[in-house]
């Protein structure tokens, strides 16, 4: 049995190439939650959605967000009405809203409706939101951020989405995380796992609100020797999304070197891109083991390629 | 100025005709909330909706429902995810519930949201929600309905659109009624109003709700000889759906007399169909002023023509 812990995009791309190599049913994803936000009454859940979508084979690759094959009715529909439409839901992407929603409202737990949505989009990886208690990232602007939120808190979706995480950010928190628990099964698959693979998520905002549910950061330190994470920054940038620049802004320099620094309590291994070679001495003297290898997954086959090195097949 | 008490489909048909004859910013139209309902988290007004396609140009002629030019990506995906797919939401349908599901939890009441969606679809009447406060139409079914159903109690939409209204009603009560208020600018527009139309929709679903608000009832009596109402019952039998029937289950006569017996405490005149007209003698003996005229608005000439009379213009 393997766990990963996954953000949206690189983590998808990763469980896409693990499960190339190994059987599906061994693995669990632990799924980032705190991007879910309420819009419309709907209750979104976007890193899972993308890893579901992208292990389905219904990602859209064109926009690295959201479905194939997609229409926009609704959300024209919702502009002609002058609705928020920042947050673009395709009318298929709708489908998985409104299914959610109503089986929260129902009483089922996220954990539940996340593998009913598993099971009939024929996912075979176990996907596992980290927490049924609602985790919320949230943003603090820094006050020469240029825009009218300037030195206020914004949610994680208002930044990424609405702001294009193009301000600059002074401190990061996530809101309800002390009273959440990991979600049922997540502490004993870490406890249980052969290995256990952090993926190439924004280190702040992905696996930030995964280590800051209580218990899971513990559970992983037990299991350092055996946890293995890939660098989401190559060559000092982040392949996708605001991660380097986060970093830095945050005080962490934005390079396999920072990744090291910020997962040496919990994490023995890190596996960086060849185009960092040159940082392998000082990821080691970081404390941490460095594996060199390609790791930008923008092929099935280097996805897979990635997914041996990393379950230590390769 | 005319207020109209408005239900679904005949109440829309019957605001389409008033409009062709009088200046639609002299018309408020008053409509039923009682079958309002949430579903996947979003809050559904059928008969607003209803109301406002129709007067929009946008309403499905087809089906008697919807959009016009709708499609089903979301709901045909929603069975697909197993979700609950007995109420068709197309994919344009889905955007006003968006965005007054949205409006609601920013703060907005039902009568703004109601506006707001109005004057975006270029509609001139002044459409009003019977109260900004829940009231839900609730149906005890008879122990005899033979479907799992029966002998409880379910949700207006349940018999209305899951049971097909298919199954007999034993009572039919108004949740949170007794504490809701009219919404704002109702009580005065039926005081100041020359005529008040109760249009062609069902006695006890569609304008029970709206009498059973504090107050309505009362200023409806309190302007007796100004109310006019068109019968929904043609030829003992309603035009659609189940006002005959559920009429006769909770024993009053489904006909023009029946009609007539119920709203004689507060309407002064009914207009009956000429299929009727044999009745309207029984109609005046209840104490109703009886008009005979072509009440079936199956073309627009014919509803323009049953407003002017309702209008006291024909």
């Known amino acids: 049995m393997v766990v990963a812990l ?34 419309h009454g709907l209750h979104i859940s976007p890193d ?36 928020e439409d920042w947050f ?22 996220l954990s539940e409706v996340t593998a009913e949505v598993a099971a009939r989009r024929g996912v075979g990886v176990r996907l596992v939101p980290m927490s049924d208690d609602p985790v919320r990232t949230r943003l603090q602007l820094r006050p020469d951020a240029g825009v009218a939120e300037a030195g206020r808190e914004v949610a994680f979706q208002h930044y ?8 600059p950010v002074a401190s990061v928190r996530f809101e ?16 249980d796992a052969r290995r ?4 190439p998520s924004n280190p702040v905002v992905s696996l930030g609100p995964v280590l800051a549910v209580p218990g899971i950061r513990q559970a992983l330190s037990a299991r350092r020797e055996d946890v293995v994470a890939v660098s989401p920054i190559v060559a000092g940038a982040a392949l996708k ?26 994490c023995a291994t ?33 996805a897979a390629a990635l997914a041996r090195v990393v379950l230590g097949d390769g």
Request: with cysteine.
């Open 270 to 302: 890190l596996v960086i891109d060849e185009a960092d070679a040159g940082s392998a001495g000082a990821v080691e003297a970081a404390g941490v083991r460095c594996v060199v290898t390609a790791t930008v997954m923008d092929t099935p086959a280097r």
């Open 241 to 266: 999304g605001p991660a380097d620049r986060m970093m830095a802004e945050l005080g962490h320099p934005p390079t396999v070197v920072g990744v090291a620094q910020l997962y040496q309590p919990f």
């Open 160 to 167: 990424f989405v609405r702001l294009r995480h193009d301000v």
């Open 176 to 191: 309800g995380a002390e009273a959440a628990r990991p979600a049922p099964g997540v502490v004993a698959a870490l406890a």
């Open 88 to 109: 673009r839901l395709g009318d298929r992407d709708l489908a998985t809203h409104l299914f959610r929603t109503q089986r929260l409202a129902e009483g089922a737990t």
């Open 6 to 39: 996954a953000g949206g995009v690189g983590a998808a791309r990763m469980l896409a190439g693990m499960v190339q190599v190994a059987d599906p049913a061994s693995i669990t994803a632990v799924v980032n939650t705190g991007d879910d936000f309420v819009l």
């Open 48 to 83: 899972i959605d993308t890893v579901t979508y992208t292990l389905a084979g219904l990602h859209n690759t064109e926009t690295g967000w959201g479905r194939t094959g997609e229409t926009w009715a609704a959300m024209d529909e919702l502009a002609t009405l002058g609705g």
């Open 196 to 199: 256990i693979v952090i993926c």
